[in-house]
């Protein structure tokens, strides 16, 4: 599976708080500044380290939600759903501060920025990296750094140059990610919580070759972990890939990203420290965006995960693999400037049963990936047999009105969602159904 792998290894009150937030927003909007500058004021000196501190910003976003299951799961989970997992339970996803002095490839020449992130939500419990943060909590709400890179534009080879960001990055994998403004949806698909990695410490390269053409490169230490005893085996990973931009006149964008490296933990792996050494995790997405017109934008992604020993090891020595293959279809459609409708369609095949499950301890997702032993009843897993064909729908608007008062982004965000096993498993709702229905959303704002 993604990260893990590891099967081996009040609705009413929620309600009210989030229709609190939005309208204590709308009727009294906070008195924050978008994008605080923090020492604006030397933006005119003479001393160019002082004119370079001009341009470090702060910024702040909170994010609250609820997903509402009918059917009352038990233990109380949301199967197959990360960010909303507690079914009938508003959750603080996200509070978050962002420290940074960006880099403008655009500007040319030599150019020197960091970007250090804090968050404290319950989402945090799964962007935690193996001797960083990781099981230094035991709530659902946690605190993590979830960046803290340094970030250089070098004028190099080409007129675009070459990027790289080093430290605690955010994996570049995928369409959707950790921050809830760059997404259409509260939940998130199967291949973004299963098929894709979270984050890493390593670096990674972005060289503009031509202004059609980026090439991605990277190292790093593995998805979510560190060094020494904090590496679940003792490999490096890395990425390469390729972005084609501003094709179809400027309309259409597409992004490959590969990744191979082992992920499987020595202290977990039924062939110990060899096996997650040796056996390759290969990780492939592949998304273009295309921009019909002003109103209507068309998203698709297709990603295959092929892990060489994540089912474990045969009787000769050979490895036992285990795979998924997934596509995402999304549409955008702008009714106003303030509303836009949302769709999202997936089909996600785990062909062996060991990618989808869900967590219930508050640290069983990284117990799954550092190989510590779990309690019993910390991982729901999928239903056993050769594999199940998830198919997810996802509807949904987003209300995003511009609400000035130093307001960055303020947004509401009611969805629905319908997932489904196509193939006749019931991983659903404590495993009592072959589907499961789902209706919520999430409030955002931020300075």
């Given at each position: 599976?993604?990260?893990r792998g590891m099967r081996t290894a009040g609705f009413r009150s929620g309600i009210g708080c989030i229709t609190a937030l939005a309208v204590?927003?709308?009727?009294?909007?906070?008195?924050?500044?978008?994008?605080?500058?923090?020492?604006?004021?030397?933006?005119?000196?003479?001393?160019?380290?002082?004119?370079?501190?001009?341009?470090?910003?702060?910024?702040?976003?909170?994010?609250?939600?609820?997903?509402?299951?009918?059917?009352?799961?038990?233990?109380?989970?949301?199967?197959?759903?990360?960010?909303?997992?507690?079914?009938?339970?508003?959750?603080?996803?996200?509070?978050?501060?962002?420290?940074?002095?960006?880099?403008?490839?655009?500007?040319?020449?030599?150019?020197?920025?960091?970007?250090?992130?804090?968050?404290?939500?319950?989402?945090?419990?799964?962007?935690?990296?193996?001797?960083?943060?990781?099981?230094?909590?035991?709530?659902?709400?946690?605190?993590?750094?979830?960046?803290?890179?340094?970030?250089?534009?070098?004028?190099?080879?080409?007129?675009?140059?070459?990027?790289?960001?080093?430290?605690?990055?955010?994996?570049?994998?995928?369409?959707?990610?950790?921050?809830?403004?760059?997404?259409?949806?509260?939940?998130?698909?199967?291949?973004?919580?299963?098929?894709?990695?979270?984050?890493?410490?390593?670096?990674?390269?972005?060289?503009?070759?031509?202004?059609?053409?980026?090439?991605?490169?990277?190292?790093?230490?593995?998805?979510?972990?560190?060094?020494?005893?904090?590496?679940?085996?003792?490999?490096?990973?890395?990425?390469?890939?390729?972005?084609?931009?501003?094709?179809?006149?400027?309309?259409?964008?597409?992004?490959?990203?590969?990744?191979?490296?082992?992920?499987?933990?020595?202290?977990?792996?039924?062939?110990?420290?060899?096996?997650?050494?040796?056996?390759?995790?290969?990780?492939?997405?592949?998304?273009?965006?295309?921009?019909?017109?002003?109103?209507?934008?068309?998203?698709?992604?297709?990603?295959?995960?092929?892990?060489?020993?994540?089912?474990?090891?045969?009787?000769?020595?050979?490895?036992?693999?285990?795979?998924?293959?997934?596509?995402?279809?999304?549409?955008?459609?702008?009714?106003?400037?303030?509303?836009?409708?949302?769709?999202?369609?997936?089909?996600?095949?785990?062909?062996?049963?060991?990618?989808?499950?869900?967590?219930?301890?508050?640290?069983?997702?990284?117990?799954?990936?550092?190989?510590?032993?779990?309690?019993?009843?910390?991982?729901?897993?999928?239903?056993?047999?050769?594999?199940?064909?998830?198919?997810?729908?996802?509807?949904?608007?987003?209300?995003?009105?511009?609400?000035?008062?130093?307001?960055?982004?303020?947004?509401?965000?009611?969805?629905?969602?319908?997932?489904?096993?196509?193939?006749?498993?019931?991983?659903?709702?404590?495993?009592?159904?072959?589907?499961?229905?789902?209706?919520?959303?999430?409030?955002?704002?931020?300075?």
């Open positions: 599976m993604k990260k204590g927003v709308l009727l009294d909007p906070p008195q924050a500044h978008a994008q605080v500058s923090v020492f604006k004021s030397m933006e005119k000196s003479d001393s160019t380290f002082a004119r370079w501190l001009s341009g470090i910003t702060l910024t702040g976003q909170v994010e609250g939600g609820i997903m509402a299951n009918p059917a009352r799961p038990q233990p109380g989970y949301n199967f197959g759903d990360f960010f909303a997992d507690h079914a009938n339970q508003v959750q603080l996803n996200q509070a978050e501060f962002t420290l940074q002095k960006a880099i403008d490839p655009s500007k040319g020449g030599y150019q020197v920025g960091f970007t250090l992130e804090g968050m404290y939500g319950s989402d945090a419990r799964y962007y935690q990296i193996l001797g960083v943060s990781a099981h230094e909590w035991n709530a659902r709400y946690q605190l993590i750094p979830a960046q803290a890179h340094a970030d250089v534009h070098l004028p190099w080879a080409t007129k675009g140059g070459l990027d790289m960001h080093a430290g605690i990055l955010q994996a570049p994998m995928g369409v959707e990610t950790l921050d809830p403004t760059t997404r259409p949806f509260y939940t998130i698909a199967y291949t973004s919580e299963y098929s894709v990695p979270f984050q890493h410490i390593g670096a990674m390269f972005n060289w503009h070759v031509t202004d059609m053409i980026d090439v991605t490169f990277g190292l790093d230490t593995g998805n979510q972990t560190s060094f020494g005893r904090s590496d679940n085996n003792n490999a490096p990973a890395g990425y390469f890939g390729i972005n084609l931009n501003n094709l179809a006149h400027g309309k259409l964008n597409i992004i490959e990203l590969s990744r191979v490296g082992p992920e499987n933990s020595r202290y977990s792996s039924a062939g110990g420290a060899y096996e997650a050494n040796h056996a390759e995790r290969f990780w492939n997405d592949i998304n273009a965006v295309y921009a019909v017109n002003d109103r209507l934008t068309l998203t698709a992604e297709f990603n295959y995960i092929h892990d060489q020993g994540l089912n474990g090891i045969r009787a000769n020595g050979n490895f036992k693999a285990a795979d998924a293959e997934s596509f995402v279809s999304f549409l955008s459609y702008k009714i106003n400037k303030v509303l836009t409708f949302n769709y999202r369609g997936e089909i996600y095949r785990d062909n062996n049963n060991l990618m989808v499950a869900t967590f219930i301890g508050n640290n069983a997702y990284m117990d799954g990936i550092s190989g510590r032993a779990s309690r019993g009843d910390a991982l729901m897993p999928a239903p056993g047999g050769h594999g199940t064909t998830y198919g997810e729908m996802t509807l949904g608007v987003t209300y995003k009105p511009d609400l000035g008062h130093h307001v960055r982004v303020f947004m509401l965000r009611p969805e629905v969602r319908f997932d489904r096993s196509l193939n006749g498993t019931t991983p659903f709702n404590g495993g009592r159904n072959n589907g499961m229905f789902t209706f919520g959303g999430d409030a955002v704002i931020g300075f």
